[in-house]
């Protein structure tokens, strides 16, 4: 049974800072590109960040420089961490696994984070 599991958000202050964690099972961890997406109400589901098999990492744009993502596959676990924070960046953060061989993804259940003072 294949289980992605998000924590560490949060409500933090604007300039604030958060660490999320997402934990996978049922799946060979290190073969998966291991992502970060966040959805705000009423907005599309966006890239925050991803990170390759061979540690590789992308991030989109409104948290470049700001955010950093890194995975441990000892532990089965890909880490999001959040600088900077502001308002903007309050949304449901998602933790996606995907592989290409088959092609197929999977998702965890989200973990909020809100910034506001």
């Known amino acids: 049974q294949v289980q992605l599991v998000e924590s560490g958000g949060g409500l933090v202050q604007p300039g604030g800072s958060l660490r999320l964690s997402c934990t996978g099972s049922g799946i060979l961890f290190r073969l998966y590109i291991m992502g970060w997406y966040r959805q705000a109400p009423g907005k599309q589901r966006e890239l925050v960040a991803r990170?390759?098999?061979?540690?590789?990492?992308d991030y989109g744009d409104s948290v470049k420089g700001r955010f950093t993502i890194s995975r441990d596959n000892g532990k089965n676990t890909v880490y999001l961490q959040l600088n900077s924070l502001n308002a903007e960046d309050t949304a449901v953060y998602y933790c996606?696994?995907?592989?290409?061989?088959?092609?197929?993804?999977?998702w965890g259940q989200g973990t909020p984070v809100t910034v506001s003072s």
């Open positions: 990170v390759g098999t061979g540690g590789i990492a």
């Open positions: 996606n696994a995907l592989i290409t061989t088959p092609l197929r993804d999977f």
